[in-house]
């Protein structure tokens, strides 16, 4: 089980986390290249839990199922930030709800998903500039 980590950093970072901004979230692929792509990220910062939705059948889902680790990173400018830790892809109907509930809060409300799960990296490193 992974621990909560609160990721208190000051209010710029607050403030950067909760702008409306993509990120990248990066995952291995099974030959150890790294595979990148654009997604919509919330940060839970009292449990210390980055969220990403997504469709079940996706590739960062198959990685992260596999290599149990992801990092997501933020870039507006000159100001960046990256949360890094372990991952697992969650499938239940109350994770992926409140996944898309905070994602109505920070983006907009995303288009209905049968298949939709959740990915929450448990947040073990921050680097960035805020």
């Not at 697992?88 to 409140?98: I, M, P, Y």
């Not at 409300?109 to 500039?129: F, S």
């Amino acid at each position: 089980m992974m621990r909560a980590m609160s990721i208190e950093r000051g209010p710029e970072f607050t403030e950067f986390w909760t702008e409306r901004h993509l990120c990248t979230l990066s995952t291995v692929r099974a030959d150890g290249t790294p595979h990148v792509v654009p997604v919509g990220v919330t940060l839970d910062r009292v449990n210390g839990i980055a969220r990403v939705i997504t469709d079940g059948g996706s590739w960062k889902v198959r990685h992260v199922r596999k290599a149990g680790y992801a990092t997501v990173c933020q870039v507006d400018g000159r100001r960046w930030s990256s949360l890094e830790g372990p991952a697992v892809v969650k499938e239940d109907a109350e994770s992926v709800a409140e996944a898309v509930e905070l994602y109505a809060q920070r983006y907009r409300q995303p288009r209905v998903n049968p298949t939709r799960v959740v990915i929450e990296i448990q947040v073990q490193r921050v680097t960035g500039t805020v």
